[in-house]
């Protein structure tokens, strides 16, 4: 039995709970779970049998566990992370990964001194429809990559405790913690940019709320990257992609995979089946879907079945250092 520590017991700490006992069948099982907030860790923790524990430093220090999972706000994670590894633990950690340099480097150097298995929540490049868009384009089926898009908009982000997320000197606000997800898919998709150019929009006080990034691959590639979270508390989360190859076009849009080819007609791809287990947790995900994908890939992973390669930690760390390029050149993450 893999027997993890669950740090963090709001919106995505419920969503791995439900992940975690999703996947019991595999030999995993939540034993330990933390929060500042002991009545939510409480609750998370009924019909368990996990025992809680009063903060994650204490369940780090104290916890009978294999692994610990961190689903805190964004600046704990490499405190957290770093006396994880130093204990003997393997971790998964949220993205990003962090928003500090010093933080970075001290978070690759330590999982290199202590050699501890380190996944990060860029989900993804698990994501069923992403999986689909990595390995066709690999296998070239339709030719080149000639262009694409990307995008991520949502309403305003409620769900957060204490309202942390939009306190961005902890979150980074919308392009750290949203705009993170698909710069890291495409750097995973086409690697490091030639060329950034990036525009934002910002709030009456001057924070970014949404941000327009276009990548340059060689003469003749083009990318555009596009988040947003400030609108309408009615306007429906919205993940997108539109891709071009030399042979046909795909798109991923109100969770529907279309490949639009240039002889024949337009088709859906036949994919995994995905898991269809509930979440009541709250935030903008109703389904498992990709979570549950990529703590299926960690646990594999914690059993030697593979090496825990598409999400480790060096790759995150350049996804979050092009979203702070992105935003120096936009004029930064607060107007000044």
Request: proline fraction near 3%.
């Amino acid at each position: 039995m893999i027997r993890i520590g669950l740090i963090g017991c709001g919106f995505m700490g419920g969503m791995h709970a439900a992940c975690y006992k999703a996947l019991s069948d595999l030999g995993v099982q939540v034993t330990a779970i933390a929060d500042v907030l002991t009545d939510r860790a409480e609750d998370l923790a009924k019909g368990s049998g996990a025992k809680v524990y009063a903060s994650g430093m204490d369940l780090i220090e104290n916890a009978d566990v294999d692994a610990v999972d961190i689903c805190l706000p964004t600046d704990l994670h490499v405190s957290h992370a770093v006396a994880a590894m130093k204990k003997g633990f393997d971790v998964f950690v949220e993205k990003p990964i962090c928003i500090q340099e010093a933080e970075m480097e001290k978070i690759q150097k330590i999982q290199k001194e202590t050699g501890r298995k380190v996944q990060v929540g860029q989900v993804i490049r698990l994501w069923t429809e992403y999986v689909w868009l990595k390995e066709t384009k690999d296998s070239g089926v339709y030719g080149r990559f000639l262009s694409g898009a990307f995008k991520r908009v949502s309403a305003r982000p409620t769900w957060a405790s204490e309202g942390w997320l939009h306190d961005v000197s902890r979150s980074g606000g919308v392009a750290c913690d949203m705009h993170v997800h698909d710069v890291d898919f495409v750097r995973y998709l086409l690697g490091e940019p030639d060329r950034v150019q990036a525009q934002a929009y910002r709030d009456e006080k001057g924070v970014v709320q949404q941000i327009f990034a276009l990548y340059g691959y060689g003469k003749d590639v083009g990318v555009s990257v596009e988040a947003a979270w400030d609108y309408p508390q009615t306007f429906p989360f919205n993940g997108a992609f539109r891709v071009k190859f030399e042979k046909a076009v795909a798109v991923l849009d109100g969770g529907v995979l279309t490949v639009y080819p240039n002889e024949g007609e337009a088709f859906h791809p036949e994919l995994p089946e995905e898991y269809k287990g509930d979440n009541d947790i709250g935030g903008n995900i109703s389904s498992l879907g990709g979570y549950y994908n990529e703590l299926k890939y960690f646990v594999e992973g914690l059993k030697g079945e593979h090496d825990l390669s598409v999400a480790p930690v060096d790759e995150a760390v350049k996804s979050i250092r092009l979203v702070l390029r992105e935003l120096e050149i936009a004029g930064g993450l607060v107007a000044k």
